[in-house]
């Protein structure tokens, strides 16, 4: 986040004796001094959002730079609503998460650092093009808002050339042009004890190789190998373009300690007659408490409540006498077994 508005600053701060009012910045319908304004109102705004835990909407107020403030004085307003968002997100604990509307209402740190981040990438581009100046950001951070906020998006040439074909401001070989988005944040779900958290491919990333996530504290001191596993599939749907961020896997948090004790997820989206197949893990030390019962009854229930599923379908070894127990506690019906596994269904209500 910083590097980007050093990057905005440092590039708009050699351009400011240019007429700013009077050019249209890239393909928006903003001038360039009006799209510097919003790149500073969104820091600020994001910086609130945060700062005062807001769940529910918007804090309700406006910035505005003072009249007489020319281009130089848009520059320090940015570089300083940079700051302060950039601190608003050093001190936002993990867990916390605010309003924002896409798609889920609610963003944490990371993702509201990724749209942050976005904004100005997005904007000091749309400035730069209208001024007709070079800019291209550092990959890096292209990359980590594309892992973040745009888990539906397969990686193009570049994070950048991606970037700004799935804003709408580019064009990309054998893809359409992109003419309405919207970014994604992570889907949570909330159980009596637990936080059922959504997978960003960053954070399934980290998790498929020998990192924590990024963010969480395991239980245990790491993963399940099971989690890596299924990790390391979404990635690889992400990277192929078939990545559906909701029907991918969630990390189950425990809500008293913040501790992470497993991973639960869909196999893929549903299919066309509206089955769709789930699998979990937890580490060790976590089993035996109820939590994979919890989790499990709260996700088939938040699936089944999709037009698109009929039926939660899980699979699991014949010997495998605790996730069987799991299954059945969560209302599942064995319908199929072999030597090798025994299929578990749960239908929606009234579909027998």
């Known amino acids: 986040m910083e590097q980007a508005v050093d990057e905005c ?20 319908t903003w001038s360039c ?3 510097a ?13 945060l700062a005062g835990r807001e769940s529910e909407e918007y804090t309700p107020f406006e910035m505005s730079l003072e009249e007489g403030a020319g281009n130089a004085g848009a520059v320090r307003v940015i570089r300083t609503m940079g700051a302060l968002f950039a601190a608003a997100i050093r001190t936002t604990p993990r867990q ?12 944490n740190r990371e993702g509201f650092a990724a749209m942050g981040t976005a904004e100005v990438l997005l904007h000091t581009h749309d400035i730069a093009e209208g001024l007709g100046v070079a800019y291209e950001p550092d990959s890096e951070l292209c990359d980590f808002v594309l892992r973040r906020i745009f888990p539906h998006v397969q990686p193009g040439p570049t994070p950048w050339q991606t970037l700004l074909w799935a804003t709408g401001r580019g064009e990309l070989p054998g893809r359409a042009p992109v003419t309405e988005w919207r970014w994604n944040n992570n889907l949570v779900i909330d159980t009596e004890r637990l936080t059922l958290e959504g997978v960003t491919p960053a954070v399934a990333d980290d ?3 020998v990192g924590d996530g990024g963010c969480f504290e395991w239980l245990g001191g790491g993963p399940a190998e099971g989690t890596r596993v299924g990790c390391g599939l979404v990635f690889k749907q992400y990277e ?53 019962t919890e989790a499990l009854r709260a996700l088939s229930a938040w699936a089944l409540a999709r037009d698109e599923v009929r039926i939660v379908v899980a699979n699991v070894e014949p010997d495998n006498a605790p996730s069987r127990g799991v299954l059945t506690r969560a209302g599942f019906t064995a319908v199929a077994e072999d030597t090798e596994q025994v299929t578990y269904e749960l239908r929606e209500p009234g579909d027998r």
């Open 240 to 292: 192929d373009g078939v990545h559906r961020p909701e029907w991918g896997t969630y990390v189950l948090v425990r809500r008293e300690d913040d501790q992470a004790l497993g991973a639960m997820g869909f196999h893929a989206v549903p299919d066309e007659a509206g089955r769709v197949e789930i699998g979990y893990d937890l580490v060790e030390a976590a089993r035996g408490h109820g939590y994979a």
């Open 9 to 28: 600053v440092g590039l708009l701060g050699e351009v400011t004796d240019r007429d700013w009012e009077g050019t249209p910045a890239g393909r928006v």
């Open 33 to 35: 001094r009006e799209t």
């Open 37 to 49: 304004v919003h790149i500073a109102e969104d820091l600020i705004a994001y910086a609130g959002q």
């Open 207 to 209: 998790l498929a190789t």
């Open 96 to 107: 916390v998460r605010a309003f924002h509307p896409y798609p889920f209402r609610s963003a």
